[in-house]
């Protein structure tokens, strides 16, 4: 993963902030609590981006896949071209949530009270391109499939003819 | 490999490679007729294909632009892909399951065994299943149909062990793995099924016919077939009597050119070929190429289509193996108690994680959703295929609006589901949950229809000029040297799957477009 790279837990702990489940490094990284993995934002706020994990967990929680996939997933978001749409929304978001009683999105602490918020933006372009970008973004990761069992591309191994293509034992 | 002259007016052009199209020419090819057949896409064989749903869907897929209206769902969900078809040589057949079935007996009386439909723009083939008989022989010889002539069936996997435990629990009685188009053994050129589990993104074996691998190199070997690749028609020309001349076509550079002919064969399926009709409106003929009965692009049909997948307490693991790997036809007979006429078909079906995030329910989330794929190593799956009713408002027609790569109005494809193909996919969704909770399953997801596979019916077969618009051999009742050879000129869509029909009319058109060359009649 190129883009979600490595750090020291000693790095991480330096000058950073927590944010939902994500800590937000003031330079321009946000990255995992244990430092498992960090992503760097060049465009957006690191609030920003880290909302928008939450989000994509929001819309598609999948428990046993961590958040630096749904990171990967709208990685693409920290561009010059999707910036300032991207920031407008999330503003939105947290206007909405602000409204409701809340600091911001990230500061709820239950996913169905989120989930209240983006039912009721649900037609929205910015969260139907949020959505929409998951399909591929989150479920086209080859390193997500095997947390779902899907084993991909199966040519060079030989297919399934001598690898289990009848073996079900329940039938 | 042969090589014509754009000035060669003694060929015969065939737009399209795909199943209807690349039969054809090969089968021209044989009987030493000259063909050139244009193609839109480039050339992919089984060494380039990759077990990868969107790399493939990116690699093949005919992605130029479309627009949809009406009320079915893909209007909503995939209104700018309302058909799933391949740009390459070979066409859809590339990506087709290779489910191969005839129509049965009274499917080609529609109109007669059904009656008077409401809505329904309901008409009889003009030919009947005893016609296509030898042809559909023919045809299963060509595409090694399994359980057909003396070859075996394929070895069922697991999503086909479900299915078909739950259909005899269910009482169902013919249930089996299927005539399909793959190997069952191993042949001189291709091997046996390695059930690999990809059918839909090529057959890396080959195992699987494609008349990309198949009947294109095939025919280039006879020296009679030229295939330009990377080269879409754009309009066929016409001259003072009516008849067409030749084809205008622009290359892969965007560089127009002028292949002459004497005969034109359309095969670019359902939406593309009544559209370069459209396009080919002239002074003589205002309203299409063809189009005196107003029938070009009317009648189009999809399907009654959708599929049920089933969540169990443990594992199916169902993309392991043949995409399509069984079938239940018990409920394919025409009993109108159970509330619609005509019937359809029960056929195991697998996508793999990256399509069922696509497809289960699309524009869908949340946990409901998202807890759905987290069993998807515990789910089974069938698609639902039944005859659609063909309505005269169902129809592609010129989005002027919207202009393609080449400057031509883009196809729009407007589609009204009727009530007979709703109560049709109500009552398949109650069977097919039916047979998973026989298995015990947790839980079951009556799932929407894909963009269509099965396009046809937008240059219907008509007995009588003023119903449709080609005649029994697919020739254009208007213009003598014009044919349609592909799914298109289907009069209704019977329950079946489409290819192993349109492959046997290939076959036949073949036999009379040849014999009347040689008459000299065309
Ligand atoms: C995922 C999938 C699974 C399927 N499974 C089955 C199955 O199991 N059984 C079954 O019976 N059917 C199946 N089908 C359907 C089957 O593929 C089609 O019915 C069949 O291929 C249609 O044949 P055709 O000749 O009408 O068109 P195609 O095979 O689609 O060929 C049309 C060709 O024409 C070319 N073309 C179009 N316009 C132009 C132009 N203007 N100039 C030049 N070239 C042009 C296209 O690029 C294409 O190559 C499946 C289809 C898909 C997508
Ligand atoms: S399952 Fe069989 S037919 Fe399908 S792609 Fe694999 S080898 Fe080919």
């Given amino acids: ?33 244990n430092a498992a993995w960090a992503v760097e934002v060049k465009h957006l706020k690191p609030q920003t981006m880290a909302t928008l994990i939450q989000m994509a967990r929001d819309i598609y929680p999948h428990d046993h896949v961590g958040d630096e996939y749904y990171a990967k997933a709208v990685k693409g978001y920290d561009s010059a071209d999707a910036m300032a749409g991207v920031e407008a929304g999330v503003e939105a978001l947290d206007a909405v949530a602000a409204g409701r009683g809340y600091g911001n999105y990230l500061s709820i602490g239950w996913e169905r009270d989120r989930v209240d918020i983006l039912r009721s933006m649900e037609q929205s372009p910015f969260f139907q391109q949020i959505r929409g970008g998951l399909i591929v973004g989150l479920y086209n990761q080859e390193a997500v499939w095997p947390m779902f069992g899907y084993e991909g591309e199966s040519f060079s191994k030989g297919g399934y003819i001598n690898r289990g293509f009848n073996d079900i034992n329940w039938v | 490999m042969a090589k014509f002259d754009m000035n060669d007016d003694n060929v015969v052009v065939i737009i399209g490679t795909g199943a209807g199209g690349g039969v054809l020419a090969n089968e021209l090819a044989q009987k030493g007729v000259k063909v050139v057949a244009f193609e839109a896409g480039g050339r992919h064989l089984p060494e380039d294909y990759v077990n990868d749903e969107w790399g493939s869907f990116a690699q093949i897929s005919w992605l130029d632009t479309r627009t949809t209206s009406g009320n079915f769902r893909l209007a909503k969900d995939f209104s700018g892909l309302p058909s799933w078809i391949v740009k390459a040589v070979g066409g859809s057949t590339i990506h087709w399951a290779g489910a191969s079935l005839r129509f049965q007996e009274h499917e080609w009386k529609a109109r007669t065994t059904y009656g008077d439909v409401q809505g329904a723009s309901l008409l ?41 435990a739950g259909a005899k629990k269910l009482g169902y009685k013919d249930v089996h793995t299927g ?145 399509m790997a069984g079938i239940i036809t018990d409920e394919s007979r025409h009993d109108p108690s159970r509330g619609f006429v005509g019937g359809y078909e029960m056929e195991t079906l697998s996508i793999g994680l990256p399509f069922m995030a696509a497809f289960l329910d699309p524009g869908s989330w949340g946990r409901e959703f998202a807890t759905a794929l987290d069993s998807y190593e515990n789910m089974a799956g069938m698609w639902l295929v039944g005859e659609d009713m063909p309505q005269e408002t169902n129809r592609i027609t010129l989005n002027h609006d919207i202009k393609d790569q080449h400057g031509l109005p883009t196809p729009n494809v407007h589609f009204d589901d009727h009530p007979n193909d709703v109560a049709m996919r109500n009552h398949a969704y109650q069977q097919g949950m039916a047979i998973y909770d026989a298995m015990g399953a947790t839980r079951a997801f009556p799932t929407p229809p894909y963009p269509s596979t099965h396009n046809m019916g937008t240059n219907r077969m008509s007995e009588k000029p003023r119903d449709g618009v080609v005649n029994r051999w697919g020739q254009s009742h208007d213009v003598k040297n014009l044919f349609v050879s592909d799914g298109s000129q289907f009069t209704t869509g019977a329950a079946e799957n489409p290819t192993l029909t349109i492959v046997a009319l290939a076959i036949r058109q073949a036999d009379r477009i040849a014999s009347e060359m040689s008459k000299g009649n065309i």
Avoid at chain 1, 1 to 26: C, H, N, P
Avoid at chain 2, 204 to 210: I, R, T, V
Avoid at chain 2, 257 to 284: D, F, T, W, Y
């Fill in chain 1, 1 to 33: 993963m190129e883009e979600v790279r490595k750090l020291s837990r000693r790095d991480l702990l330096r000058q950073s902030v927590a944010l939902g489940t994500v800590f937000v490094m003031g330079t321009g990284f946000i990255a995992a609590p």
């Fill in chain 2, 124 to 164: 009889d083939w003009p030919i009947d299943g005893e016609e296509l008989a030898p042809y559909y022989s023919k045809a299963e010889e060509k595409l090694r149909v399994t359980r057909t002539g003396d070859r075996e069936g394929l070895p069922g996997n697991n999503n086909y062990k479900v299915f078909e």
């Fill in chain 2, 179 to 323: 005539r399909m188009a793959i190997n069952s053994r191993d042949y001189d050129d291709y091997a046996a099924c390695q059930q690999t589990g990809f059918c839909f993104q090529g057959c890396k074996w080959g195992a699987k016919w494609s008349s990309a691998y198949h009947d294109i190199p095939l025919g280039e070997a006879t020296g009679n077939l030229e295939v330009r690749e990377n080269a879409q028609a754009l309009k066929i020309e016409h001259d003072d009597t009516g008849k067409v001349t030749g084809v205008l076509y622009a290359d892969k550079d965007g560089n127009q050119h002028l292949q002459k002919a004497r005969i034109v064969c359309v095969a670019g399926n359902s939406v593309e070929s009544p559209r370069l009709l459209l396009n080919s409106a002239s002074n003589m003929f205002p309203d299409g190429l063809a189009n005196s009965s107003g029938q070009v692009g009317r009648n189009y049909m999809r399907h009654m289509t959708g599929s049920v997948y089933a969540v169990f307490d443990q594992p199916v693991r169902m993309w392991r193996g043949t995409t």
